[in-house]
């Protein structure tokens, strides 16, 4: 039995705006952002995996195996509409403050398709 420990971190990753992102007109400011993701695909922490009971002989390939099916689950628990939901909340948030506290009054955020 092998339990792994990760991390994942759902947000934006500004590395993908496009040309034109972000627009101010007067006290208004404009902002499209990629669409919330994964920010990280490296998120297990193989140095806190714990093995409880082990038996026989491993191979590579079986620990690797054995990753792999945790790296899939971690994903499918991780990766849900409302995880996502929140991380769009959370960084609409963040970015309206930034922006808000430069100075402009209405701030419009839209996500790409």
């Known amino acids: 039995v092998r339990i792994y420990y990760g991390t994942m971190r ?10 034109g992102w972000i627009v101010a007109r007067g006290d208004t400011i404009d902002v499209t952002l990629p669409k919330i993701g994964l920010l990280d695909r490296d998120f297990i922490d193989e140095a ?4 409880f009971h082990e038996s026989g002989t491993w191979t ?8 792999r099916r945790a790296y899939q689950r971690m994903l499918q628990r991780g990766l849900t509409p409302q995880n996502l939901q929140n991380a769009e909340q959370n960084g609409n948030a963040q970015v309206r403050q930034v922006l808000q506290s430069m100075g402009f009054k209405e701030v419009k955020i839209h996500y790409q398709d």
Do not use: H, I, P
């Open 10 to 19: 759902l947000g934006v990753n500004l590395k993908q705006v496009e040309t």
């Open 48 to 51: 806190r995996t714990k093995s």
């Open 60 to 67: 590579a390939a079986d620990r690797e195996a054995l990753l």
